[in-house]
């Protein structure tokens, strides 16, 4: 089984620290997004979405996206759960992880890959090619803004992200805070709830150990 990885991007980055909380080690294989190595032939027959992380197991099969190479994992590993564990818990988790990648990674990502010099004609991940539109970088920085109060807001009555449990849903979410960095978005200074959350999540071995 093996991991292709990037450990430098948010993406991966959440699926690094998911099984380090997890107390997976596997085999990585690195994928180097700055030589363009997602797009190469061979790694489009394995992947055609063209993104990483990707699992490959060991009879072949290979899985991209974050909810699929986490569910194998909660699988085939459940103890410790980072998905809940009742129905409902479960179903609020991937809720949040929704959420959590919609507003936030990818409002955060409308605006670095719509104004970051070295992705014109890669402002969407993938396998297609698409141009930068400057709008659309001014408009992530709103929704940005709109994840900050509505992620402090769940924060002010919930413990973690999908209630009284530490989950991917909390990993996501601190990774988004950690993402906006690099678009210099920190926390607002009135996101209070966010804010406490964030510093303590921070500190887990887990995260960490996978800055
Ligand atoms: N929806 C994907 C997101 C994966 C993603 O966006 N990965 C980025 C790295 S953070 C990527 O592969 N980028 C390739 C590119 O920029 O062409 C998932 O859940 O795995």
Not at 53 to 64: A, N
Request: aromatic letters at 10%; hydrophobic letters at 40%; one cysteine or more.
């Amino acid at each position: 089984m093996k991991l292709y990885d990037f450990p430098k991007a948010p993406n991966p980055r959440r699926v690094n620290i998911y099984l380090a909380e997890k107390g997976i080690d596997i085999e990585r294989v690195a994928v180097d997004l700055f030589k363009g190595e997602q797009l190469s032939s061979e790694y489009r027959a394995k992947n055609p979405a063209c993104d990483i992380p990707m699992l490959e197991l060991d009879d072949g099969t290979c899985i991209s996206q974050i909810r699929g190479i986490c569910r194998y994992f909660e699988e085939s590993k459940p103890s410790p759960s980072l998905s809940g564990t009742t129905a409902s818990e479960k179903a609020t988790v991937e809720m949040w992880d929704h959420l959590a990648f919609m507003n936030g990674i990818l409002a955060v990502a409308e605006v670095f890959r719509n104004s970051a010099e070295g992705f014109a004609d890669r402002a969407v991940v993938g396998p297609h090619n698409y141009p930068q539109l400057p709008g659309l970088a001014e408009r992530g920085a709103l929704r940005l803004q709109n994840f900050y109060t509505d992620f402090d807001q769940r924060l002010a009555d919930n413990d973690y992200v999908a209630g009284n449990f530490y989950s991917l849903a909390d990993i996501t979410t601190l990774v988004v805070c950690d993402f906006a960095k690099w678009i210099k978005e920190d926390i607002p200074a009135n996101c209070t709830h966010l804010q406490a959350w964030y510093d303590k999540v921070s500190q887990r071995p887990a995260v960490l150990a996978n800055p």
